[in-house]
């Protein structure tokens, strides 16, 4: 009797945590993945996202869920070869590079633009098959701000643009510039008024959306005092006028736009800024109430969503590597990017067969203004990274190995100083950086390791080292990981060498292993 009674509730039970455990969390990815703009065609869903001053820019991913994405390619190798770009002369572009891109899908060709402050201009390219390519490339001045691209029904194109006063012009029909004869014209006076005055971060990254026949435009605004706030505006005409209100004001997710599902569901795509891992995406409900787009539950970002799991970021999102390339494959999986332009003569997979080799040719001042440093992401809660080192080959001055970069960097590698090797723990937190502990080194392989923990915000980063990959010591001290604006992402594992007296020498990396468990300091 007992177990007749039980049974149905057991059943219940367990149906009801089968759910939870299916059901898709916020934020949908734990990692860097600011700025987004996505598009659904047929049952797959596509999305662009920033990575400023990095190289390949431009990130696409697709997912069929809308939850777990995986990388597909890049809008672009370099975005241009000018010295800010090529970490010549002394300069840098950390920041900057490209911003918040459009994609969109029209008469069958795949579009992504963005806009650059170190070209001064607007980039757009375009190809036929978004997962493998090609992609062609055109440009024309100026930088139109935090654009959105849009083609209207009649046939005419269209930029908005800006920041708090919105602005419109034309594009030509091939969407290579300014339709002749076009002027711009301003079509929101104030967008940030439905979020308040009091002043703050005016209404920017604008996206436009065509649901049955009326215009969404949706940014983001940050009042004074405030959070981080949805702005939408309706209009029946493009040009207006436009009528607006608050679209969502919670957790400071925010900056986005729409989209739907084969089954006609809609869903808003947002980020958060979080601390040292970056700008993180989020996913909220979307309701429609009288021609309005409602966001959220009650107001409010769900932790959970009725939609698939989450699975790992590995190895979609960041992955490790053992540097060993099949024929056929290329030099480096697309988890990878260069901290701006790298040198491709120095660099190698088939030099050393399993290895990545890192070449000097130039004398640098400093790590963050030396190339190529190759990146990946940090991703949360918490990450680990280990790489193994042949210093072999390095020369007096060189330093090489591995760094958490940011702004605030902290590294862990080796340097070759008067002749003598040695293991060393650089912090950045000062805004110079300094040799926080340095260990004699009598042998050529090196065994070099740094974690992250983002949990509840801690922004922690912590360096080991072993001379054989099982007895590990700490080196340095934890270092804190702000985000801070000077380089506008999150912090990224990078792999590094660099020259300061003699050029020649080079450092071979056997691996790169990203986990997301500490293995320290959990």
């Given at each position: 009797?007992?177990?007749?009674?039980?049974?149905?509730?057991?059943?219940?039970?367990?149906?009801?945590?089968?759910?939870?455990v299916?059901?898709?969390?916020?934020?949908?990815?734990?990692?860097?993945v600011?700025?987004?703009?996505?598009?659904?065609?047929?049952?797959?869903?596509?999305?662009s996202?920033?990575?400023?001053?990095?190289?390949?820019?431009?990130?696409?991913?697709?997912?069929?869920?809308?939850v777990?994405?995986?990388?597909?390619?890049?809008?672009?190798?370099?975005?241009?070869?000018?010295d800010?770009l090529?970490?010549?002369?002394?300069?840098?572009t950390?920041?900057?590079?490209?911003?918040a891109?459009?994609?969109?899908?029209?008469?069958?060709?795949?579009?992504?633009?963005?806009?650059?402050?170190?070209?001064?201009?607007?980039?757009?390219?375009?190809?036929?098959?978004?997962?493998?390519?090609?992609?062609?490339?055109?440009?024309?001045k100026?930088?139109?701000?935090?654009?959105?691209?849009?083609?209207?029904?009649?046939?005419?194109n269209?930029?908005?643009?800006?920041?708090?006063?919105?602005?419109?012009?034309?594009?030509?029909?091939?969407?290579?510039?300014?339709k002749?004869?076009?002027?711009?014209?301003?079509?929101?006076?104030?967008?940030?008024?439905?979020?308040?005055?009091?002043?703050?971060?005016?209404?920017?990254?604008?996206?436009?959306?065509?649901?049955?026949?009326?215009?969404?435009?949706?940014?983001?605004?940050?009042?004074r005092?405030?959070?981080?706030?949805?702005?939408?505006?309706?209009?029946?005409?493009?040009?207006?006028?436009?009528?607006?209100?608050?679209?969502l004001?919670d957790?400071?997710?925010?900056?986005?736009?729409l989209?739907?599902?084969?089954?006609?569901?809609?869903?808003?795509?947002?980020?958060?800024?979080?601390?040292?891992?970056?700008?993180?995406?989020?996913?909220?409900?979307?309701?429609?109430?009288?021609?309005?787009?409602?966001?959220?539950?009650?107001?409010?970002?769900?932790?959970?969503?009725?939609?698939?799991?989450?699975?790992?970021?590995?190895?979609?999102?960041?992955?490790?590597?053992?540097?060993?390339?099949?024929?056929?494959?290329?030099?480096?999986?697309?988890?990878?990017?260069?901290?701006?332009?790298?040198?491709?003569?120095?660099?190698?997979?088939?030099?050393r067969?399993?290895?990545l080799?890192l070449?000097?040719?130039?004398i640098d001042?400093?790590?963050?203004?030396?190339?190529?440093?190759?990146?990946?992401?940090?991703?949360?809660p918490?990450?680990?990274?280990?790489?193994?080192?042949?210093?072999?080959?390095?020369?007096?001055?060189?330093?090489?190995?591995?760094?958490?970069?940011?702004k605030d960097?902290?590294?862990?590698?080796?340097?070759?100083e008067?002749?003598?090797?040695?293991?060393?723990?650089?912090?950045?937190?000062?805004?110079?950086?300094i040799?926080?502990?340095?260990?004699?080194?009598?042998?050529?392989?090196?065994?070099?390791?740094?974690?992250?923990?983002?949990?509840?915000r801690?922004?922690?980063?912590?360096?080991?080292?072993?001379?054989?990959?099982k007895?590990?010591?700490?080196?340095?001290?934890?270092?804190?990981?702000?985000?801070?604006?000077?380089?506008?992402?999150?912090?990224?594992?990078?792999l590094?060498?660099?020259?300061?007296?003699?050029?020649?020498?080079y450092?071979?990396?056997?691996?790169?292993k990203?986990?997301?468990?500490?293995?320290?300091?959990?």
């Amino acid at each position: 009797m007992i177990k007749r009674f039980l049974f149905p509730i057991l059943l219940i039970l367990s149906q009801h945590l089968l759910a939870q455990v299916k059901q898709a969390q916020n934020p949908i990815i734990f990692a860097d993945v600011p700025d987004m703009a996505m598009i659904r065609v047929g049952n797959t869903y596509y999305m662009s996202s920033t990575t400023m001053h990095m190289s390949p820019g431009v990130p696409i991913m697709k997912s069929k869920d809308l939850v777990n994405w995986e990388m597909i390619g890049y809008a672009y190798d370099t975005l241009a070869n000018v010295d800010d770009l090529n970490l010549n002369n002394g300069k840098s572009t950390y920041g900057r590079g490209s911003w918040a891109s459009s994609l969109r899908f029209h008469n069958g060709t795949y579009y992504v633009t963005t806009f650059a402050q170190t070209t001064g201009k607007t980039h757009i390219y375009t190809t036929k098959d978004i997962e493998k390519g090609p992609w062609k490339a055109i440009s024309f001045k100026p930088a139109y701000h935090d654009h959105t691209l849009f083609f209207d029904d009649d046939g005419r194109n269209y930029l908005i643009y800006g920041g708090g006063k919105l602005k419109l012009v034309e594009l030509n029909a091939d969407v290579s510039g300014v339709k002749e004869g076009s002027t711009e014209q301003v079509i929101i006076e104030n967008a940030s008024t439905p979020s308040g005055t009091k002043g703050g971060l005016p209404a920017e990254g604008s996206q436009l959306f065509k649901v049955n026949g009326k215009y969404y435009l949706f940014n983001i605004t940050w009042p004074r005092g405030g959070m981080r706030t949805v702005v939408i505006h309706r209009a029946d005409k493009i040009t207006g006028p436009w009528e607006g209100k608050e679209g969502l004001q919670d957790l400071g997710v925010a900056q986005g736009g729409l989209i739907d599902t084969p089954d006609g569901k809609w869903y808003s795509y947002l980020f958060r800024d979080f601390g040292g891992v970056g700008r993180i995406p989020y996913l909220v409900p979307v309701k429609w109430e009288d021609g309005w787009p409602v966001l959220g539950e009650n107001g409010k970002v769900p932790e959970k969503l009725d939609l698939p799991a989450n699975k790992s970021l590995i190895p979609n999102i960041v992955n490790s590597d053992e540097f060993t390339r099949k024929k056929g494959e290329t030099a480096l999986p697309l988890v990878w990017q260069w901290n701006h332009n790298p040198d491709n003569n120095l660099w190698s997979v088939t030099e050393r067969k399993g290895f990545l080799r890192l070449k000097t040719a130039r004398i640098d001042s400093s790590f963050v203004l030396a190339r190529n440093t190759l990146t990946q992401r940090t991703i949360g809660p918490v990450c680990s990274g280990i790489t193994s080192l042949d210093i072999s080959k390095m020369k007096e001055g060189d330093f090489a190995g591995l760094s958490l970069l940011q702004k605030d960097f902290g590294w862990v590698g080796v340097k070759i100083e008067n002749g003598e090797k040695s293991i060393v723990m650089y912090s950045n937190a000062s805004g110079k950086p300094i040799e926080v502990q340095k260990v004699p080194l009598k042998q050529n392989t090196i065994f070099l390791m740094a974690e992250c923990d983002f949990r509840n915000r801690a922004d922690k980063g912590y360096f080991f080292y072993s001379f054989d990959a099982k007895d590990w010591k700490p080196i340095g001290e934890a270092i804190k990981m702000p985000y801070t604006i000077p380089h506008f992402m999150g912090y990224r594992f990078g792999l590094f060498n660099y020259a300061t007296k003699n050029v020649g020498g080079y450092a071979d990396f056997d691996f790169f292993k990203i986990q997301d468990k500490l293995v320290f300091n959990e």
